[in-house]
């Protein structure tokens, strides 16, 4: 399961305590998910949870800072999921939106953050990122982010109900949009949310991004845009490896 996963050394390596994977279709197909339900799963430090909840393009952080136990069921939408709990895998789901990892590696924080145009226009990840700093009393400096797989601006064409909020949100959003062409232009969705969490005060060598479109990639990923309607979604997560 692991060897159909995209990690970043860059990003995190086993050194920072943390487990990272970006999924692929393989992944995700391999993968048994209950949204809103933890899931047990291994790894090291022995049994963990992986969980993902229902996402409904929003800007809502859920915060796990308990254990978790097989009863627990999460039955709100949030688009964020940020834990301090070590085992705990939070995880989200993709096809052509932006999954983001971010994590803290002195003041030990995860999240994994689901990011449409919708929640990347309304600041999902500098908003999340402010509410890990304020929970966990982490600091920009020591902050790592990194920008998965997703929609590139080579196939993401948008068109007025994308454009109009984005140029009312965002000042520079002339920066983030390519090939602008009558009311379409083509939306680069990982440049968007790198510059806002630039913007944030966060180094740009503390953020990596794969570079690679969901759209462009059949074989390794799943694309509504591609596809045309929902065939699967890729999930990608975050875990704070339990201290031996
Ligand atoms: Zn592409």
Redesign the pocket.
């Known amino acids: 399961m692991r060897s159909s996963v995209i990690t970043v050394p860059a990003f995190a390596s086993s050194q920072d305590g943390v487990r990272h994977f970006f999924g692929t279709r393989a992944h995700a197909d391999s993968l048994a998910l209950d949204v809103g339900v933890p899931v047990p799963a291994t790894g090291s430090g022995g049994r963990g949870w992986l969980l993902s909840v229902k996402q409904v393009h929003g800007t809502d952080a859920l915060v796990v800072d308990r254990p978790l136990t097989e009863v627990d069921r999460f039955d709100g939408g949030w688009d964020a999921l940020v834990t301090d709990q070590p085992g705990v895998t939070v995880a989200v789901r993709t096809a052509d939106c932006v999954p983001v990892l971010v994590y803290d590696r002195r003041r030990r924080a995860v999240a994994a953050i689901h990011a449409g145009w919708r929640g990347a226009v309304a600041g999902i990840v500098p908003k999340t990122i402010e509410l890990m700093m304020a929970r966990f009393q982490l600091i920009e400096a020591d902050l790592r982010i990194s920008i998965g797989p997703s929609?590139?601006p080579?196939?993401?064409e948008v068109d007025e109900p994308v454009l109009t909020p984005l140029r009312q949100e965002l000042p520079d959003w002339q920066s983030v949009i390519q090939h602008e062409r009558g009311a379409t232009a083509r939306l680069d969705l990982k440049k968007l949310v790198r510059r806002q969490v630039e913007q944030f005060g966060i180094a740009a060598d503390q953020v990596t991004s794969v570079n690679l479109?969901t759209?462009?990639h059949d074989d390794l990923f799943y694309s509504y845009r591609r596809e045309g309607r929902v065939n699967g979604t890729m999930v990608s997560g975050i875990t704070l490896v339990p201290r031996g």
């Open positions: 929609a590139g080579c196939c993401y479109c759209i462009c």
